[in-house]
């Protein structure tokens, strides 16, 4: 075969292949890809961890570079499989470590297993892991059994996160005290579960009464499954002008300062304000003239009392005081100042110059005494 036939062959070998390399890559080309397995990433951020190359658009080959169990720089995460569903469809397996809680330890979050491994840390929180406080370690290693302080608070903490993860109740945090004592904290509702008993009870007994308590703030005492002792400790924000709700009389008529709210309810008289305090205390109304026009600027025996409070300015009363206040501070400051450079630059010049035998008396003697005794 001459040189000629040869490079004819070796073209329509390459065209080949170049054809069966578009071929190959056209037909199976990836155009969906699946994500299953994991709750603590969204199935995009899992592709862009996952499929991080060219070679990703190939269904075939995808499989072969991608599945990875080097997962060291992935949180919760201990392997990646990539598997081929048809030619266009790819599917990522994550095999994600299982926390059940995680603790605070120094900088970071601690999140162990149900056989208090620490599997993972890092520098956020994940809300769908139950969170301890009062749980203390002397140690903290990788993959290595925490060494907690107490011998029952991890089977505790295992099994409300068992329950938590039922019945998707997870608190914004769990406290443990000194005794053990164990307390839910959702939002402005504490819940009070006492220690390690019935703990399955009284969680369902939680998770019915919670809903009920939507909007209010205060200690839910659970600490028995008794129900003689399951009650609410409402805690109550002070009445103010602001956020009283009355203005209705008996007969339901609106007022504006009837003492009940709009369901005939009896919530008391309208609280008072500062600026209804400081019209009550004002004593003008009277103009220069002596006559009462209930807006004057004197009282009735003709004495000056300015106009009449409005929020406005009491609002601007304020502000002058605190500006004031300040000015005077900081001028106070001056003035001392000033005084001390005065008295160190001329009055102790000339104190010295004019009494030489005293200055020179009193730094002997300071000398010679204090520095030695001291």
């Known amino acids: 075969m001459n040189k000629k036939t040869k490079k004819i062959t070796a073209y329509i070998v390459g065209l080949g292949l170049l054809a069966a390399a578009v071929v190959f890559f056209t037909y199976y080309k990836v155009d969906s890809v699946q994500v299953r397995g994991t709750t603590h990433y969204s199935d995009e951020e899992v592709k862009k961890?996952?499929?991080?190359?060219?070679?990703a658009s190939n269904s075939v080959l995808a499989p072969m570079i991608y599945s990875t169990t080097d997962t060291d720089d992935v949180a919760f995460v201990d392997a990646f499989k990539v598997t081929q569903i048809n030619r266009n469809t790819i599917c990522i397996s994550v095999k994600e470590k299982k926390p059940v809680g995680c603790i605070h330890y120094l900088d970071s979050y601690v999140f162990f297993d149900r056989n208090g491994i620490f599997v993972e840390g890092s520098k956020t929180r994940d809300e769908s892991v139950p969170y301890f406080d009062g749980i203390q370690v002397n140690s903290v290693v990788m993959d290595e059994k925490l060494d907690i302080k107490g011998d029952s608070v991890l089977n505790t903490?295992?099994?409300?996160?068992?329950?938590?993860?039922?019945?998707?109740?997870?608190p914004d945090h769990i406290q443990f005290d000194s005794s053990y004592s164990i307390s839910l904290i959702y939002g402005d509702i504490t819940v009070q579960l006492g220690k390690d008993e019935d703990l399955e009870e009284k969680m369902n007994r939680v998770i019915a009464i919670l809903p009920k308590l939507t909007g209010k703030k205060g200690i839910l005492h659970m600490e028995s499954v008794s129900t003689d002792t399951n009650t609410f400790e409402e805690e109550k924000e002070p009445v103010t002008a602001e956020n009283w709700n009355g203005g209705y009389d008996e007969q339901g008529n609106y007022t504006g300062d009837g003492e009940y709210d709009e369901n005939g309810n009896y919530v008391g008289a309208r609280p008072r304000t500062a600026l209804d305090e400081a019209i009550e205390n004002w004593n003008g109304g009277y103009d220069e003239e002596g006559d009462y026009t209930g807006e004057g600027e004197y009282d009735a025996d003709g004495?000056?009392?300015?106009?009449?409070?409005?929020?406005?300015?009491?609002?601007?009363?304020?502000?002058?005081?605190d500006g004031t206040s300040a000015d005077e501070e900081s001028s106070g400051e001056e003035s001392q100042s000033e005084n001390e450079s005065d008295y160190n630059g001329d009055d102790s010049g000339d104190y010295d110059e004019d009494n030489e035998d005293y200055s020179g008396d009193y730094d002997s003697g300071y000398n010679d005494s204090y520095d030695s005794e001291y």
């Open 49 to 55: 961890m996952v499929l991080r190359g060219p070679l």
């Open 157 to 170: 903490a295992v099994a409300l996160s068992t329950i938590f993860q039922k019945n998707e109740m997870i």
């Open 303 to 321: 004495n000056y009392v300015g106009p009449k409070p409005t929020q406005e300015s009491l609002d601007a009363q304020e502000n002058e005081s």
